[in-house]
Nanobody, 114 residues
Framework: QVQLVESGGGLVQAGGSLRLSCAAS????????MGWYRQAPGKQRELVAA???????NYADSVKGRFIISRDGAKDSVFLQMNSLKPGDTAAYYC????????WGHGIQVTVSS
């Protein structure tokens, strides 16, 4: 049974930084990609950032230049460094991994105050 555990969320003032972490445990097979989605109240879930097995990254336009995704392949962990946070970044953030299946974390709240 694959489990994803997220940590690092919380409340921060606009302009501040947070670092999200996600650790995968259990037998998942080859991980082809890892990343983060987010969902704000009343909005659809959207991709924030993803990193493929070969290291290629992909970011939402709204976070380019502010967020950095990285991965520790040896530990099946993925990280999201979030800088220059804005109130519009407020959302629940969900970690995922892509193998033959997609596995999701339970989500972690990030709140940015103005």
């Amino acid at each position: 049974q694959v489990q994803l555990v997220e940590s690092g969320g919380g409340l921060v003032q606009a302009g501040g930084s947070l670092r999200l972490s996600c650790a995968a445990s259990g037998s998942s097979g080859t991980i082809n990609a890892m990343g983060w989605y987010r969902q704000a109240p009343g909005k659809q879930r959207e991709l924030v950032a993803a990193i493929e097995d070969g290291g290629r990254t992909n970011y939402a336009d709204s976070v380019k230049g502010r967020f950095i995704i990285s991965r520790d392949g040896a530990k099946d962990s993925v990280f999201l460094q979030m800088n220059s946070l804005k109130p519009g970044d407020t959302a629940a953030y969900y970690c995922y991994i892509l193998t033959l299946h997609v596995y999701w974390g339970h989500g972690i709240q990030v709140t940015v105050s103005s």
